[in-house]
């Protein structure tokens, strides 16, 4: 009988290990997604500014074209 449970203990430590390592490994992995999904997040925004920007330029461009236009005719 003991040396049923001293087999079982071992079999459940050894299981116990191996699900740690497990999720150790997961716990990487989610760390390095935030870590991805953190830099695309800012890679957006700076894009989303731009995108801004260079639309509100455009349409200052083109408010002094038409502008110019006007005072021509």
Same mark, same amino acid.
């Given at each position: 009988?003991?040396? !049923?449970? &001293?087999? @079982?203990?071992?079999?459940?430590?050894? &299981?116990?290990? +191996?699900?740690?390592?497990?999720?150790?490994?997961? #716990?990487?992995?989610?760390?390095?997604? @935030?870590?991805?999904?953190? @830099? $695309? +997040?800012?890679?957006?925004?700076?894009?989303?500014? #731009? $995108? +801004?920007?260079?639309?509100?330029? #455009?349409?200052? +461009? !083109?408010?002094?074209?038409?502008?110019?236009?006007?005072?021509? $005719?």
């Amino acid at each position: 009988m003991k040396e !049923q449970l &001293e087999k @079982r203990l071992a079999e459940l430590k050894a &299981e116990f290990a +191996s699900g740690q390592k497990v999720m150790a490994d997961l #716990e990487a992995k989610q760390a390095n997604l @935030r870590d991805t999904l953190l @830099r $695309i +997040s800012g890679a957006i925004q700076i894009l989303e500014e #731009e $995108i +801004s920007k260079a639309s509100k330029e #455009e349409d200052n +461009s !083109q408010q002094a074209k038409d502008s110019l236009n006007f005072h021509n $005719i």
